[in-house]
């Protein structure tokens, strides 16, 4: 069943996880919005109770405030905005320094205003998230890219769970990371969760590509760019693959 949720527009503060946590700790799902978020994905957020702009003196792109786009302010959900001066006028609130004084600043937008009720856990949004994971993939094919960092990790285990070895796995060995990161990663997923898990080390090929180069911003382009030659080459060796996951 698909739970109610506030959804959270990040117009630059500094505070969006803190805001999205205190909403779980209510029992209510809670999840982060970039501030352009287009037409069709907000028409498709159906089960969003309210929205929350979240501003702060973070809200500048080139010197320009950013804001919500009009299809939040159009949504007709109820807005509860903090620290931000939108198309609309509206009371503005700050942050409150205390999560407790902020659950309580939260607690009657989020049930009294929004109507959401308080049904959300961990397990339930695990369950929630197998189960859309199954009707979406079917019996198909998920490639993923598992660097080992906790977004990649937590898709890679969420993955599993939902679809075993339909997921193949690839972790790409730069040479770059801490000692022993990559067979840490080996074991966890190949070893223990069982995954299909294809492991290149490449590790003379980043150093070779990185000789010479002092400029960190160009050593970060040059990971980046062949990070993402040596995923293709290992990707065009797995067949039946029909969908490509990120984290």
Not at 34 to 41: F, G, K
Not at 91 to 102: F, I, S, V, W, Y
Not at 185 to 205: I, K, P, S
Request: hydrophobic fraction near 45%; charged fraction near 25%; aromatic fraction near 6%.
């Amino acid at each position: 069943m698909q739970q109610g949720m506030i959804l959270i527009v990040d117009l630059g503060s500094e505070d969006n996880s803190r805001l999205a946590r205190a909403i779980r700790s209510l029992g209510v799902y809670s999840e982060i919005y970039p501030h352009d978020i287009l037409e069709q994905e907000m028409a498709s957020l159906s089960h969003v109770k309210g929205i929350i702009l979240n501003g702060g003196k973070n809200n500048l792109v080139d010197g320009v405030k950013i804001d919500a786009a009009d299809c939040v302010y159009e949504s007709q959900k109820p807005l509860f905005v903090i620290d931000h001066k939108g198309k609309k006028p509206m009371d503005l609130g700050a942050m409150p320094a205390c999560d407790k004084d902020l659950q309580d600043v939260l607690r009657p937008f989020v049930f009294d205003v929004c109507k959401a009720e308080a049904n959300w856990n961990m397990e339930n949004f695990i369950a929630d998230q197998v189960a859309l994971i199954r009707r979406q993939v079917g019996n198909k094919k998920v490639l993923l890219a598992l660097s080992g960092g906790v977004d990649s990790s937590v898709v890679a285990a969420l993955l599993i769970k939902a679809i075993g070895h339909q997921l193949e796995c690839v972790h790409v060995n730069h040479g770059l990371m801490r000692k022993g990161e990559s067979e840490q990663v080996v074991a966890l997923f190949r070893n223990q969760m069982h995954a299909n898990l294809v492991y290149v080390d490449a590790t003379d090929r980043f150093l070779y590509k990185l000789a010479g180069v002092s400029n960190p911003e160009e050593k970060r382009k040059i990971i980046g760019a062949e990070f993402i030659r040596v995923f293709e080459e290992e990707a065009g060796k797995l067949k039946g693959i029909e969908f490509l996951a990120q984290g």
